[in-house]
T-cell receptor
Framework: DTGVSQNPRHKITKRGQNVTFRCDPI?????LYWYRQTLGQGPEFLTY????????KSRLLSDRFSAERPKGSFSTLEIQRTEQGDSAMYLC?????????????FGSGTQLSVL | AQKITQTQPGMFVQEKEAVTLDCTYD???????LFWYKQPSSGEMIFLIY??????QNATEGRYSLNFQKARKSANLVISASQLGDSAMYFC?????????????FGQGTILTVHP
């Protein structure tokens, strides 16, 4: 069990630039989740995948955000035309698709700073 | 809509003492799950304990126990025999409905500081 891996750990970008984050879940976990956490707040749900299928997207996920999980393994979260309000920690989590098993395994997150 | 409230921005406890972190929730759905996660300064969210809405007994996981009072809609976390490594941010979270596994609503968190 190597845990959930997120890259990069930190990203600094200028307003208007595009950024992409990567998440590698635990290998046998077919459910993958993205959350966003702003300073002093709890995480907020953004979207989740079952294998390669994106099953739900939050209203927080504007048109500038897109997430993919092309082969049902790693996932990417892209933000186009970044805004200062996008500055946050982006957390990825995974879990196995077993009924009754609700424990999420989180990565250490990608801290985005938009200047 | 569902809501989680943590009213304690910060808590202090002496090492080896017990501490209770408060959490209240609001939902009209009879099926829900309640969680506590710990977030150390490294940023990673660590699962601590889970309580289902239909569970008859309070959940326990080692030094962690969840004081589930359904009528009061509270799900307080009790940490017994606090350790210095327990110093972290603690989040209460809720899953509503029977099919939304993994989609959690989090509270604002409580910073716990354990003094030697």
């Amino acid at each position: 069990d190597t845990g959930v891996s997120q890259n990069p750990r930190h990203k600094i970008t200028k307003r208007g630039q595009n950024v992409t984050f990567r998440c590698d879940p635990i290998s046998e976990h077919n459910r993958l989740y993205w959350y966003r956490q702003t300073l002093g707040q709890g995480p907020e749900f953004l979207t989740y995948f079952q294998n390669e299928a994106q099953l739900e997207k939050s209203r927080l996920l504007s048109d500038r955000f897109s997430a993919e999980r092309p082969k049902g393994s790693f996932s990417t979260l892209e933000i186009q035309r970044t805004e200062q309000g996008d500055s946050a920690m982006y957390l990825c989590a995974s879990r196995p698709d077993r009924y009754g098993n609700e424990k999420l395994f989180f990565g250490s997150g990608t801290q985005l700073s938009v200047l | 809509a569902q809501k989680i409230t943590q009213t304690q921005p910060g808590m202090f406890v002496q090492e080896k003492e017990a501490v209770t972190l408060d959490c209240t929730y609001d939902t009209s759905d009879p099926s829900y799950g309640l969680f506590w996660y710990k977030q150390p300064s490294s940023g990673e969210m660590i699962f601590l304990i889970y309580q289902g809405s239909y569970d008859q007994q309070n959940a326990t996981e080692g030094r962690y126990s969840l004081n589930f009072q359904k009528a009061r809609k509270s799900a307080n976390l009790v940490i017994s025999a606090s350790q210095l490594g327990d110093s972290a941010m603690y989040f209460c979270a809720m899953r509503v409905g029977g099919t939304s596994y993994g989609k959690l609503t989090f509270g604002q968190g409580t910073i716990l500081t354990v003094h030697p």
